[in-house]
């Protein structure tokens, strides 16, 4: 479910969507079994996949890095999400693994000690890569702390983090260069 206790707007459709792709479903497995205990995958992974479906796309668009979340605030060493990168580079070597520790990210970002992975999400730049997915057994389980109805709009726009930061929003924005493969998209300028 969603961030909330009841099913988000959409995302029956979402989890449907990522259910019929086998690729993530494999990765979804592999971070399940080889990963961080209650790992995520987040961000494009989600983001992407909506978006290629919205813009009709027969293939998806290659992902540049898989980003798994985990939270595990007894361990803030980066060494840590290395090894698991490791890890999950012997179970699956040709995908583009990055993992991080959430209960460390405040320390890079300059914020208070996140609670868990949520709340950490809630401090990412953009609303609709606020998103993540994970299989609990072979249920899939979203996280979605923002809500994902920027997904389903195309829409993109700064966290309420990141409307403190909008010099970061915006060379975030230019240097991902979202319109190119979608150009559907309706970026929010601050």
Known sequence: MGAGLSPLPGESKLLALIAGQPERLHLLRVVRDHGPEGAWIAAGFVRN???????????PTPLSDIDVLYFAADNLEPEADYAWERRLLE????????????????????????????????????????????????????????????????????????????????????????????????????
């Open 49 to 59: 996949a909506v978006w290629d479906a919205l813009h009709e796309y027969s293939e």
């Open 91 to 190: 179970a699956c070597p040709d995908a583009p693994w990055s993992v991080r520790n959430q209960a460390r990210m405040h320390l890079r970002n300059g914020d208070s000690p996140y609670r868990d992975c949520g709340d950490a999400m809630c401090h990412w730049p953009e609303v609709c890569t606020a998103v993540a997915l994970r299989l609990r057994g072979d249920s899939l389980e979203l996280l979605a702390p923002l809500d994902i109805s920027d997904i389903w709009e195309l829409r993109v726009r700064p966290t309420g983090h990141f409307r403190a930061k909008p010099h970061l929003y915006r060379e975030r924005i230019a240097a991902k260069n979202w319109s190119t493969s979608w150009p559907k998209l309706r970026i929010e300028t601050l």
